[in-house]
């Protein structure tokens, strides 16, 4: 086992391709291919699982990622001190549901750790998406919320994928509106009260069930719905059409301005927001870093 075989694996692990990380490895297809079987076979395991689709890491390969990921930045960290080499890239990514905060945080990694060069992603995407990216390992956290309607199909989804979730914070249901929507003036709203304005949420593809909506209450029928598949698209029609969604309340002012606002809604329910990760894999110090800036970015 090389270190140089090490980083053929974590490239392609993301790339999720080898066709991609053969390229950025200027080496050709078939010898990054024959590398890593060289390396499966050597270790007895196998790292990549291939299919018609393409490649994923296996439940080993996960594990086996984690580690290589540690050798190959304390290697860096070495030559960087004693060769005075260039470190490489920061790679890391991040799936979230659609939370302002989780952006807020995002910038703020950005600003304290990026070096001069990184590659890193954020994906505001679906429910389902979420769990597959962190599971594949095509990100190394994920952001999604669990209450009492979601939790007992979700939860099976992560113990499936051998991942675990971690609590961020519990909130209380609110809508956001615009500031030009009648309802502003309230201190609180009820379902009853919002009937007549359009209801935005956040389409879910093939996985398009009540239990992996991002909003909560998905089982409620409406007068007037409109799905989208983005938050600036859905913030527009919060303030075009006096639209509204249910969230958690927390937004920031920074990122989506002024013309939207919390109204706290009149129910009995709670959500709890957490991040997801591999069981028993280490935290990259990125992905540490991340989760503290998320942190920050709710108490503000």
């Given at each position: 086992?090389?270190?140089?075989?090490?980083?053929?694996?974590?490239?392609?692990?993301?790339?999720?391709?080898?066709?991609?990380?053969?390229?950025?490895?200027?080496?050709?297809?078939?010898?990054?291919?024959?590398?890593?079987?060289?390396?499966?076979?050597?270790?007895?395991?196998?790292?990549?699982?291939?299919?018609?689709?393409?490649?994923?890491?296996?439940?080993?390969?996960?594990?086996?990622?984690?580690?290589?990921?540690?050798?190959?930045?304390?290697?860096?960290?070495?030559?960087?001190?004693?060769?005075?080499?260039?470190?490489?890239?920061?790679?890391?990514?991040?799936?979230?549901?659609?939370?302002?905060?989780?952006?807020?945080?995002?910038?703020?990694?950005?600003?304290?750790?990026?070096?001069?060069?990184?590659?890193?992603?954020?994906?505001?995407?679906?429910?389902?998406?979420?769990?597959?990216?962190?599971?594949?390992?095509?990100?190394?956290?994920?952001?999604?919320?669990?209450?009492?309607?979601?939790?007992?199909?979700?939860?099976?989804?992560?113990?499936?994928?051998?991942?675990?979730?971690?609590?961020?914070?519990?909130a209380k249901p609110h809508v956001f509106i615009s500031i030009y929507n009648p309802l502003a003036t309230q201190d609180a709203v009820t379902i009853e009260d919002l009937r007549q304005y359009p209801y935005l949420s956040f389409d879910q593809g093939e996985y398009n069930s009540f239990h992996f909506s991002e909003e909560i209450l998905s089982t409620l029928?409406?007068?007037?719905?409109?799905?989208?598949?983005?938050?600036?698209?859905?913030?527009?029609?919060?303030?075009?059409?006096?639209?509204?969604?249910?969230?958690?309340?927390?937004?920031?002012?920074?990122?989506?301005?002024?013309?939207?606002?919390?109204?706290?809604?009149?129910?009995?329910?709670?959500?709890?927001?957490?991040?997801?990760?591999?069981?028993?894999?280490?935290?990259?110090?990125?992905?540490?870093?991340?989760?503290?800036?998320?942190?920050?970015?709710?108490?503000?």
């Amino acid at each position: 086992m090389t270190l140089q075989q090490l980083r053929y694996i974590i490239e392609v692990a993301n790339r999720g391709s080898m066709n991609e990380a053969a390229k950025r490895l200027f080496i050709s297809q078939p010898s990054l291919s024959s590398a890593i079987k060289e390396l499966e076979k050597e270790l007895n395991i196998t790292i990549f699982e291939r299919t018609n689709k393409g490649i994923s890491l296996s439940i080993e390969g996960v594990e086996f990622l984690s580690y290589a990921k540690q050798v190959v930045e304390q290697a860096e960290l070495l030559e960087h001190r004693y060769l005075n080499a260039k470190p490489s890239p920061q790679h890391f990514s991040v799936s979230t549901q659609h939370y302002a905060f989780a952006v807020n945080a995002f910038v703020h990694l950005v600003k304290e750790h990026g070096m001069e060069e990184y590659e890193l992603a954020l994906r505001e995407t679906k429910t389902y998406e979420i769990i597959e990216d962190v599971r594949t390992m095509k990100s190394e956290l994920g952001i999604l919320y669990q209450n009492e309607f979601n939790r007992k199909v979700i939860n099976k989804l992560l113990k499936e994928a051998q991942l675990e979730f971690h609590p961020l914070f519990t909130a209380k249901p609110h809508v956001f509106i615009s500031i030009y929507n009648p309802l502003a003036t309230q201190d609180a709203v009820t379902i009853e009260d919002l009937r007549q304005y359009p209801y935005l949420s956040f389409d879910q593809g093939e996985y398009n069930s009540f239990h992996f909506s991002e909003e909560i209450l998905s089982t409620l029928s409406h007068p007037k719905s409109i799905r989208v598949h983005d938050r600036a698209t859905l913030f527009n029609l919060l303030i075009g059409l006096n639209g509204y969604t249910i969230s958690t309340g927390v937004l920031s002012a920074d990122l989506n301005g002024n013309e939207i606002i919390p109204v706290p809604l009149h129910i009995d329910e709670t959500i709890e927001v957490g991040w997801i990760c591999h069981r028993n894999v280490s935290l990259s110090k990125l992905a540490q870093a991340y989760i503290e800036a998320l942190r920050a970015a709710i108490e503000e």
